[in-house]
């Protein structure tokens, strides 16, 4: 939980900001409607990611494929570089080191979204809180 609110303070907010922005741009242009929706998801982790985790849906569809591909060079490379430049500064603190881990393990989400659902660790890795 503190890991949460210090991670919403220092950077969680911004980044839930880019994606905001993302899905409202693709919701817009209603064709990427599917992206849009999986930045919506994404935001949300973006704000809160402690005690929770990304895991494959399983076998994906030709459509979610082509959907990540286009998204990696649209906009998945850019939020990916957003999170290693917001990882490095918490690394650099060291009391951030937790944070700057964690800014990293949401780069594979940033970069291909289709496909993904975010979990509860819990229901991940039983026995866990």
Do not use: Q
Not at 14 to 35: E, K, M, Q, R, S
Not at 92 to 119: D, F, Q
């Amino acid at each position: 939980m503190l890991l949460n609110v210090i991670w919403l303070v220092f950077g969680g907010i911004w980044l839930a900001a880019g994606y905001l922005l993302a899905g409202v741009i693709c919701c817009l242009l209603i064709v990427t409607i599917p992206f849009g929706i999986a930045s919506f998801r994404i935001a949300i982790y973006a704000l809160w990611p402690f005690g929770r985790t990304v895991v494959d849906r399983g076998r994906v569809g030709a459509f979610s494929t082509i959907g990540n591909v286009i998204w990696v060079l649209v906009a998945g490379i850019w939020i990916a570089i957003g999170h290693v430049l917001t990882a490095i500064p918490m690394f650099v603190s060291i009391i951030g080191i937790p944070l700057g881990i964690a800014n990293l393990k949401m780069i594979p989400i940033s970069l291909m979204p289709l496909g993904k659902e975010i979990v509860p660790s819990t229901h991940y890795f039983p026995g866990t809180r």
